[in-house]
């Protein structure tokens, strides 16, 4: 099983409208195996004492970041009555949706011992703070939903992107036009540029976070919007907040 494996996050009736049962079976397998191998990986790194701190790498290199956290994200939340975890990691777990299936949820919960658990689960999370990715709390409040996006510097959602692709130069695209700049059109495509390599495409207006704020916008980046810029292909933004050119 590898992080290759589809993480498929809406539940099994979801699937069956969709025909998509045999992507979730898929996906319900690799989370079974994932919350495996966290066990295991557990079980050989706690001395009794304290965790080792590469304990979480091999299964994060197997699976990946977004079956991990999925998986110990559904652990946290079928314990939620558990006061051997913190309440930072139980707030983090929080944050992600997963559908109500008792039956099936039941069978990737990790069943280590839940103070050593809250432990790895911190670990996890850390090494994801560590990749440096851009997130909800770099954007300005409401972008998502309230602002018009033509102009603006976007932050690319991660679940959009393969792992193996994460990093900031990916996440950063600047939004020429589109339907999907206006918050309420029913149009969602916007023609964007990777500012990381120059690349032209459309996304989704769904596939961004939302606009980066001006603090955050790296020098490297800066830099790019100003050989766009003198190069002719930026326009006039609607509002000039959210890093506008």
């Known amino acids: 099983m590898t992080n290759d494996t589809y993480l ?3 539940g099994l009736e979801t699937a069956r409208c969709r025909g998509e049962v045999a992507l979730w079976r898929s996906s319900h397998r ?14 050989q790194g706690f001395d009794g004492m304290r965790l080792s701190p590469d304990c979480g790498k091999a299964v994060l290199e197997t699976f990946g970041f977004k079956r991990v956290m999925w ?3 559904n652990t946290i939340q079928e314990k939620s009555w558990d006061g051997r975890f913190g309440r930072e990691n139980k707030g983090w777990s929080r944050q992600t949706f997963i559908p109500e299936d008792a039956a099936h949820k039941a069978e990737f919960v990790v069943d280590s011992h839940p103070a050593v658990l809250d432990g790895f689960v911190t670990g996890i999370r850390q090494a994801y703070q560590d990749l440096g990715l851009f997130g909800p709390e770099q954007c300005l409040p409401d972008s998502r939903s309230e602002l018009d996006y033509t102009g603006k510097v976007l932050v690319l959602s991660p679940d959009t992107l ?3 692709c994460w990093s900031q130069e990916n996440q950063l695209w600047y939004a020429h ?10 149009g969602r495509s916007i023609r964007c540029t ?3 390599d120059g690349e032209h495409t459309r996304w989704n207006r769904a596939d961004f976070i939302g606009v980066l704020k001006d603090e955050f916008l790296p ?4 830099e790019r919007l100003d050989r766009l810029s003198a190069a002719g292909h930026l326009r006039e933004a609607p509002s000039m907040s959210g890093m506008s050119m």
């Open 162 to 164: 393969r792992e193996s």
């Open 71 to 73: 998986v110990l994200a």
């Open 30 to 43: 690799a989370n079974i195996a994932c919350k495996k191998a966290i066990e295991e990986s557990i079980r």
């Open 194 to 196: 990777c500012l990381g």
């Open 8 to 10: 498929y996050t809406d």
């Open 219 to 222: 020098d490297w980046a800066r």
């Open 177 to 186: 036009d589109g339907f999907g700049c206006s918050p309420h059109a029913i």
